[in-house]
């Protein structure tokens, strides 16, 4: 996969920081013994958020990678990417 450094992925880095904020709260919880559903239930809040980073992420690609791809006339590797994306994601579900 190619590097694409000049795209910023402000959203999903926002997002991520908060996930790891909350992540570093589920440790505390854990640490304190707190109720196990309790845990659960803030686990299930980061799972969310990283899927909503990678969306952001996924959507900011074919914004601009997908785009100049159409305009360049070189679609087929990036459908190829998409394709073995979903994959993940179906997996993911």
Do not use: F
Request: charged residues 30%; hydrophobic residues 35%.
């Amino acid at each position: 996969m190619e590097n694409h450094s000049h795209h910023k992925h402000d959203e999903a880095l926002k997002i991520l920081k908060t996930a790891r904020g909350q992540i570093d709260g589920i440790i505390r919880m854990i640490e304190d013994g707190r109720y196990c559903i309790d845990i659960s239930t803030q686990l299930l809040a980061v799972i969310s958020l990283l899927k909503k980073a990678n969306t952001s992420v996924v959507n900011r690609h074919i914004e601009t990678c997908v785009r100049e791809a159409v305009k360049t006339g070189e679609v087929d590797e990036k459908i190829k990417e998409l394709e073995t994306l979903m994959k993940y994601i179906e997996k993911s579900l």
